[in-house]
């Protein structure tokens, strides 16, 4: 169980300081552009570890845990998805809906991308 934990709390350190990273350098947008960018990545990826034959079965649980939980947990937001989404409906309420309507449409298909791709690597 502590190197299952180990491993989720360093993919989480690493997937925190890129959303960070990615947050600062879209600093200057008024627009949620950087959390747009990590949920979509972090679909894609999700998306295409879930398939991947190198991450399936019992003794890549360890890469699962660090990838998924680890990595993807802690580059992608769903609270700040949520708290842009309630500031945007008191500024512009129109680009609330485009913005709930491209992060999910678009994270919903990034995914199903990532698994196509997935599963194209079976020979991986």
């Known amino acids: 169980m502590t190197l299952k934990m180990l491993f989720v709390g360093i ?3 690493i997937g925190s300081l890129g959303r960070f990273f990615i947050f600062d350098l879209f600093s200057f947008v008024h627009f949620p552009i950087g959390t747009i960018f990590v949920n979509l990545v972090g679909s894609f990826i999700l998306g295409f570890i879930t398939t991947v034959p190198k991450f399936k079965g ?3 649980e360890r890469w699962r845990l660090f ?3 680890g990595i993807c947990g802690g580059f992608t937001t769903m609270s700040t998805y949520s708290g842009d989404m309630f500031i945007l409906v008191g500024t512009s309420p129109l680009f609330a809906v485009i913005y709930v309507s491209f992060t999910l449409v678009g994270g919903i298909g990034l995914a199903w991308v990532g698994m196509k791709l997935g599963r194209r690597n079976q020979s991986v």
């Open 11 to 13: 993919g989480a350190a």
């Open 58 to 60: 019992d003794n890549n």
């Open 67 to 69: 990838w998924g939980t």
